[in-house]
């Protein structure tokens, strides 16, 4: 491969039927031949009736266009920005969703519902299904869309097997930060000490208390996603534990403090120290400058890559444009969230970004990937993040009051791949949501303050409806003029400045800002008489989210 080619996808046994029928022209999907529903990706059992017979199945190639991003943001070689990022619906099944690129038309051509016919491309030796407007039968469709019913989701949420909660038997008594900011340059590593001991200075505790340790999304993270997990910690702090935990797979570090909570209620630890550290800013200017070696990629791996879906931003993006379209939400209600998270920034001092933000500020940016600007994406940064989760027995004697759980929202009930999952909303925020509120009788008028995940402005969007603050479709009424989000309207909202004014924390900032807030901590940003919260994390896959209450 060139520097000027664009790089083929990973070609597998079991992918290698789809990425190579493009030699005849004809497309392939995997089906179920006891049920004849459409498998992709291809899986060796079916998702809906669960048979075993897994065949392939040419399909005509016509599909719905349900979603498309025009990038200009990034770039891959041999596809340079701008070009057009879109999903389809397949004719025969639509609830199999093609990522592709759109091609041979102007992205002002594109209307969502519009009659899709694929076309491939020569890429080594697979062939890339891009799709083009229909030629011989044009016009356009209602999108497929499954109509968001908060009511029939809470029905499929698993009751609780038991009235005894893990929750009650965990608190959270100690928080730490090391400085926020952007190319700190400094080691990570260092940045995660420092984190963990301002968070035992402020508990009250020393090292040899710590019996567990927990992160995400632990050793092996790239790009400056971490300082090497559990196992550079240890090997620093020689904490000795008697449980640890550290993966990828759970929702962010929300997911590390729920597995804290399960060690502290199952009597396997008494004091888990919780920790979360990026270093992406410094990782990029290092890698721009030299110093850290990136060789270009010679193989995508996924769905998605291959047609220079390589951010988080594409998908979310579409999910955004289907909301627009369904519920007439615009670019202003994503800018409502924008300017308050600026405007809490500024009375935070931790934060990388606080000076004022306007609505022309916002609109006026430039663009990332459409309808995201600048000012929708949270900003990459270096630092760390940690909390301790005792058991609550042990946590009353500590330096400051304990938080307390009050609920944990866990369940998966949407599609884990990105592009086949919930379409109106960022997925994995509906179901999680009707779980938490499953475990507690408290409901989202009790909540006093929200922090959000906001790796983009509509991560906070959809978070907002999934829990209910507002209906389902309502966020552009709620929004308008920022009134109801702000520090005095009725859901205080990322109160520190957010992940797109602070900095991008990675969800571990809107645990410790949750802390604050409910300590009565926060100075003057201090939500009065605050004393339930909701944090959430994950962007995309996975997610959660946990309530707050404060001791009393």
Not at 85 to 93: G, L, P, R
Not at 415 to 422: N, P
Not at 454 to 474: A, V
Not at 482 to 509: C, E, F, Y
Request: with cysteine.
């Amino acid at each position: 491969m060139t520097d000027h080619q664009r790089p083929g996808p990973v070609i597998t046994e079991e992918n290698e039927f789809f990425w190579a029928a493009g030699a005849d022209g004809r497309l392939r999907l995997a089906e179920c031949g006891s049920c004849a529903a459409l498998i992709h990706p291809p899986q060796p059992v079916c998702r809906y009736c669960r048979g075993h017979d897994i065949g392939v199945r040419t399909v005509s190639g016509r599909a719905t266009l349900i979603g498309f991003t025009v990038n200009h943001r990034f770039a891959l070689p041999g596809l340079p920005a701008p070009y057009v990022v879109a999903q389809v619906a397949i004719e025969e099944d639509p609830r199999v969703r093609l990522t592709t690129n759109a091609v041979q038309c102007a992205p002002d051509e594109l209307e969502l519902g519009m009659r899709m016919e694929v076309v491939f491309e020569p890429v080594e030796d697979a062939w890339l299904p891009l799709f083009r407007p229909a030629r011989e039968r044009p016009g356009v469709d209602p999108l497929p869309l499954d109509e968001v019913d908060s009511r029939r989701l809470a029905r499929r949420v698993r009751p609780m097997r038991t009235t005894e909660k893990f929750e009650d038997k965990a608190a959270v008594t100690g928080i730490g930060m090391s400085e926020i900011g952007r190319r700190l340059l400094v080691p990570p590593l260092s940045l995660t000490v420092r984190a963990c001991e301002r968070a035992l200075a402020d508990a009250g505790l020393t090292a040899d208390d710590i019996d567990g340790l927990a992160t995400y999304p632990g050793a092996g993270a790239y790009g400056g996603f971490g300082e090497g997990g559990v196992t550079a910690l240890e090997s620093a702090l020689g904490l000795e534990p008697t449980w640890y935990n550290g993966g990828s797979e759970t929702f962010g570090p929300v997911g590390s403090l729920v597995s804290a909570m399960l060690a502290v209620a199952g009597g396997l630890a008494r004091h888990v120290l919780c920790f979360r550290t990026v270093w992406e800013a410094s990782y990029g200017d290092l890698a721009r400058r030299g110093r850290i070696a990136q060789d270009p990629p010679r193989r995508l791996d996924g769905w998605t890559k291959p047609f220079g879906a390589v951010s988080a931003a594409h998908t979310l993006a579409q999910n955004a444009q289907r909301h627009f379209h369904r519920y007439g939400t615009t670019r202003e209600t994503l800018g409502w969230i924008a300017l308050n998270q600026r405007a809490n920034a500024a009375l935070n001092p931790t934060a990388v970004y606080r000076d004022p933000l306007t609505m022309d500020d916002y609109l006026s940016a430039r663009p990332i990937t459409t309808p995201f600007g600048l000012y929708d994406c949270d900003v990459p940064c270096d630092g760390a993040v940690a909390v301790i989760v005792s058991a609550v027995d042990a946590a009353r004697d500590l330096a400051q009051p304990p938080v307390f759980v009050e609920a944990v929202g866990t369940q998966i009930l949407e599609r884990l791949e990105w592009d086949q999952s919930t379409l109106t909303h960022e997925p994995q925020v509906l179901g999680q949501s009707a779980h938490l509120w499953s475990r507690t009788t408290l409901r989202p008028e009790d909540v006093d303050v929200a922090e959000l995940y906001d790796g983009f402005t509509f991560n906070c969007l959809s978070w907002l409806e999934g829990l209910g603050f507002c209906g389902i479709g309502e966020a552009k009424d709620f929004l308008d003029g920022g009134k109801n989000i702000a520090r005095d309207g009725v859901l205080p909202l990322n109160t520190h400045g957010g992940q797109l004014s602070h900095g991008r924390t990675h969800g571990m900032g809107l645990v410790h800002e949750a802390i604050t807030q409910l300590r009565g901590a926060a100075g003057p940003r201090q939500i009065p008489d605050a004393r339930v919260a909701v944090a959430s994390s994950g962007g995309l896959t996975p997610s959660g989210a946990i309530l707050f209450r404060a001791d009393g």
